[in-house]
């Protein structure tokens, strides 16, 4: 094991662990000593309406109602389109659509003052099937080869349609910000958050004020897992406008339920997938992908454009047609969630490739080893693999630590009385850092290293700790570079006012580009040190060399430096009694490089495979006839916990990246892309061999398919 891959405690341990850590819910005053207001959003009640006005009741001294009248500036929440608005516009496009926030000192005045507002509507028809949806917010097509040719000239074809449902980032802390006005009318937002820079960005504008006069600080947060990338923006500039308005510190802090039915979540997703096969070979396929983007477009660009790149799987696809669209509809507008479009593309083309093995008579896992692809290939964007595909060695690694071939050809035997085994496989990558030319064109990093006089060096960087363990791994890589301890290199939650914009904290990038950045800051440091003073050093990103620039507009090129891979396995056992399913062993090997600290990184592999292994069996959420999301607790909105995989095992082959530091590749989101596709594969297998087209794939589908099939 190599040095810097050596675990450590981490640095945020001890406060966390004892609850000193303070998190935006537990200031008991302003940073000025004042008296935090709580602000309650009143929300749409209805998924599509015209608002005539609201009746609001006779307020307290001391209380406030908030809406779009009070924006200064724009009313508008820069995240990619500006479609989101701080407050409703004329219309509301969701169930939870904020209408107004009411704010004072008491926080039961507050909810008894939301409650008395009548709302009064003018009622529209709201959109809420995503396949008869029309209206789309982005719409992509891409492709290579010749797809009629190739169909003209199969032996085989096939036509499959694989839908995958909501996935809730349940984060433990729930979504919180805190706006304080500032003496010389600057304003100071803080809360829960994964990316100061995008709310900082969004301040501005619609407070209509210099760039100068806002500044935005990271709270300890409780996990984001990609829910906290944009909707802090949104809740910054609302609580930011009541701050503005009250002339006083306003905080909301969303409750669980308002937090699982009103804030982001994954894409549900429906994607057709034709198929032309010849000579035991796919040839050919032609996709079609929608994605359930909701009432706002927020992140929905990014996410359909890491789905549809990773629509072609691992696989070597001669001709490809693709189309792409995120989907208006009135429901939640959902955004990113750990792989970012990748699991629900992945899932389909995983069970694609098994359903056309089945129907050859061939072991998907040998078919699809036939179609992988290798290093100096043609990625789907006619991109390259530059580096080695280190997927057969991860294979055999899943093979040797739970007999994965002899078990698939042993449950692929007619199974007879009560408990059925299966097992299934899926094999896939994340493309590691911002899709496209992001990095390049729009993020730009810069990253600094400040040396103390006392020759302590702090590391000054946008990226916020969030679980994955940043305020550890960047100091670590630093203090490895400059061979000091440890304990002399520190990294604090990023205060705009002090860090450059390193980019926001997605996309698995802040490990691999922002530390590297870092590395490389921290070598010129090594280079110039000097004992006793004060130094400062940045870095800037620059593309590496070998890249194929990706451009947007014809979605060529490289649309990622390179890639880590994963292969799971996951074997279960099937009560046909009760539909229960039991989970015997779910095995992933996971190639990230160089891991920076090996627990962090097994922690990372661990805790997002679970996440997956949650999306593709329990996490159910849906919407009614009327756009109610229904599972709005965890009572009804299950995840999985520890106990539901004892045996699971995370297991790391190291392909390292040489533009990464010490070779390592982003890491965060892979571990959770490939569960359904391994899982519900399995299920397939256990159920005697059924097509299934679905995931989550619960105790009531299983009960369906036993009655359905006579198992
Ligand atoms: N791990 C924990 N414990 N908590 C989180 O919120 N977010 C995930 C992943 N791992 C998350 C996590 C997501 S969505 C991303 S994009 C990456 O961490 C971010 O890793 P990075 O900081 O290296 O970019
Ligand atoms: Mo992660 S979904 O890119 O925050």
């Not at 308005?245 to 982001?264: F, H, I, M, Q, Y």
């Not at 896939?428 to 600094?448: C, M, N, P, Q, W």
């Amino acid at each position: 094991m190599e040095n810097i891959s050596r675990s450590v405690v981490k640095k945020d341990h001890a406060p966390k662990m004892s609850g000193r850590s303070i998190y935006v819910s537990d200031y008991q005053t302003a940073q000025s000593g004042e008296r935090i207001l709580t602000g309650k959003l009143l929300r749409s009640t209805l998924a599509h309406a015209r608002v005539l006005g609201v009746d609001v009741p006779e307020l307290p001294e001391g209380y406030f109602y908030v809406d779009a009248r009070d924006v200064p500036g724009d009313n508008n929440v820069n995240i990619v389109l500006d479609d989101t608005p701080v407050f409703c516009r004329e219309t509301v496009e969701y169930i939870g659509d904020p209408i107004a926030m009411l704010c004072g000192p008491d926080p039961d005045e507050v909810e008894r003052l939301v409650k008395a507002c009548r709302v009064r509507y003018e009622e529209l028809e709201p959109v809420l099937d995503l396949a008869a949806g029309q209206e789309a917010f982005f719409d992509y097509r891409f492709g290579h080869g010749d797809v009629d040719a190739a169909f003209a000239a199969a032996d085989k074809q096939y036509d499959e349609t694989f839908e995958t449902g909501y996935q809730d980032q349940t984060y433990l802390e729930p979504q919180g910000m805190m706006a304080e006005p500032e003496a010389d009318g600057g304003m100071y937002v803080h809360g829960s958050m994964q990316c100061v820079y995008y709310v900082h960005g969004a301040l501005p504008r619609v407070l209509a004020c210099a760039p100068e006069k806002v500044h935005v600080f990271q709270d300890v947060t409780g996990g984001g897992f990609g829910g906290k990338e944009d909707y802090p923006s949104v809740l910054g500039c609302q609580v930011a406008v009541a701050a503005r308005k009250c002339g006083a510190p306003v905080r909301c802090v969303l409750d669980r339920r308002e937090d699982l039915a009103c804030t982001s979540k994954r894409h549900p997703s429906l994607c057709r997938y034709r198929a032309a096969v010849k000579d035991g070979k796919v040839t050919a396929l032609e996709i079609d992908v929608r994605f359930n983007a909701g009432g706002y477009s927020t992140l929905s660009a990014v996410v359909l454009q890491r789905g549809i790149i990773a629509a072609q799987g691992v696989y070597n696809i001669p001709n490809l047609r693709l189309r792409g669209r995120a989907i208006k509809t009135n429901t939640v507008p959902n955004g990113a969630y750990r792989g970012f479009g990748g699991p629900q593309t992945f899932f389909a083309v995983e069970m694609m490739m098994d359903h056309i093995a089945r129907d050859l008579g061939v072991d998907a896992l040998a078919f699809k080893e036939a179609h992988l692809v290798k290093k100096g290939d043609s990625t789907s964007t006619e991109g390259r693999y530059h580096f080695p595909v280190p997927l057969p060695g991860m294979i055999d690694q899943v093979d040797a630590a739970c007999d994965l071939r002899k078990k698939r050809a042993l449950y692929s035997q007619p199974q007879t009385g009560r408990y059925r085994r299966g097992i299934g496989t899926s094999l896939y990558f994340h493309g590691a850092g911002f899709t496209g030319s992001g990095e390049r064109d729009l993020i730009k990093a810069v990253a600094k290293l400040r040396k103390y006089a006392d020759g302590t060096v702090e590391v000054l960087a946008a990226n916020g700790e969030i679980g994955q363990g940043l305020r550890t791994t960047f100091p670590k890589i630093v203090a490895q570079e400059l061979g000091l301890p440890l304990e002399k290199v520190s990294y604090n939650h990023p205060d705009t006012a002090r860090v450059p914009d390193s980019g926001p904290t997605v996309a698995s990038r802040s490990l691999m580009v922002v530390g590297e950045l870092l590395r490389r800051a921290a070598a010129k440091l090594k280079a110039q040190w000097r004992d006793g003073e004060e130094q400062e050093v940045e870095e800037r990103f620059r593309e590496p060399d070998f890249l194929i620039p990706f451009y947007l507009d014809k979605f060529s090129g490289d649309a990622y430096p390179t890639y880590s891979w994963g292969v799971n396995a996951i074997e279960v056992e099937v009560d046909t009694y009760t539909g229960k399913t039991k989970i015997l062993g779910a095995y992933g090997s996971f190639d990230v490089g160089t891991p920076i600290d090996e627990k962090i990184v097994i922690g990372q592999m661990e805790g997002g495979f679970l996440q997956g292994i949650g999306y593709a069996s329990i996490e159910k959420m849906a919407y009614d006839h009327t756009g109610r999301i229904r599972s709005n607790s965890f009572s009804d909105y299950l995840i999985p916990t520890a106990a539901d995989v004892p045996n699971l095992k995370c297991m790391l082959y190291v392909e390292k990246y040489p533009e990464g530091p010490y070779g390592a590749k982003g890491a965060g989101e892979l571990p959770l892309v490939g569960a359904p596709g391994a899982y519900v594969e399995a299920m397939e297998q256990a159920l005697g061999g059924v097509s299934l087209h679905h995931a989550p794939f619960t105790a009531e589908d299983t009960m369906d398919t036993i009655v359905k099939e006579g198992l």
